[in-house]
């Protein structure tokens, strides 16, 4: 097991592979085993990084500091890893991680990969579609949503699995992962397109999370980038479709590579 003691927190943390450094971010309802599907084929190419967000699996650290700590944990981990510059896969909280990134090491980011997630690129538009899919929601967590529900019926032995990963994390305050308050009215999108990198945007077509209309929308807000949405798929399109997720993310991967200088 390796941990890194940085930023007042104690990150469990997993290499695998060699190559150009990839960077797996999780979302909410998961931890470093959601990539259990990715890490074998991409560790083929790339050394791959996949780590608990504090307050997730295995890492600790205290929780009453405020969202914005997702994103200095990470550029405290990467410093720790020796890692100048890699691409960053986010899946819906990882987006968080990514903001914090972008706003204080930008030059670390090689591409990105946003997945259920604007990374914090938003309009009015999106607040929109954002309560509208709350509504639609009802009272129940955001952890029923994850998946599709034709995967789940389907697939009842990965649902089961899917939710075991899940009660790993321990309990964390209420509204660590919410919504900003209404008030506020910033956006991410001018700081992402100043990366000037690649930015690849995927969505499952049942998102009740991050609807495809939602991470459209946030795509127009980026010059040149890409979209993809995963037919079937729910919330965790790479839980769910990982065979397809992982072909679009590696095809991606390797069109950056090749228009490199």
Not at 4 to 13: C, I, P, Q, S
Not at 133 to 147: C, I, S
Not at 178 to 190: D, F, K, L, N
Request: a neutral charge; one cysteine or more.
């Amino acid at each position: 097991m390796s941990f890194a003691d940085v930023n007042g927190a104690h990150l469990y943390f997993e290499q695998y592979g060699q190559g150009p450094d990839v960077v797996l971010l999780h979302g909410a309802g998961g931890n470093h085993l959601s990539w259990w599907q990715q890490l074998p084929v991409f560790a083929r190419e790339f050394r791959c990084t996949v780590y608990d967000a504090r307050g997730w699996g295995r890492s600790t650290g205290e929780m009453g500091v405020g969202r914005f700590v997702l994103g200095t944990d990470l550029v405290a981990l990467l410093g720790y890893l020796g890692i100048e510059r890699a691409h960053v896969v986010a899946q819906s909280m990882g987006g968080r991680a990514v903001a914090g990134l972008t706003r204080l090491t930008p030059a670390r980011i090689a591409s990105l990969v946003l997945c259920g997630t604007t990374a914090g690129a938003t309009n009015d538009r999106i607040r929109q579609l954002q309560d509208q899919l709350k509504r639609e929601r009802g009272d129940g967590g955001l952890r029923e949503f994850a998946l599709a529900p034709a995967f789940e019926a389907g697939e009842p032995e990965l649902s089961m699995l899917y939710r075991q990963i899940n009660a790993l994390n321990p309990p964390r305050p209420r509204g660590f992962v919410g919504r900003p308050p209404a008030s506020y009215r910033g956006s991410m999108h001018t700081a992402l397109s100043g990366l000037g990198v690649p930015v690849q945007f995927m969505v499952g077509e049942h998102d009740m999370i991050t609807s495809p209309e939602m991470i459209r929308e946030a795509q127009g807000l980026i010059s040149g980038a890409r979209f993809h949405e995963l037919k079937g798929a729910g919330h965790s399109a790479y839980f769910e479709k990982p065979d397809e997720w992982n072909g679009v993310v590696l095809g991606f991967l390797h069109d950056v590579s090749q228009a490199a200088p």
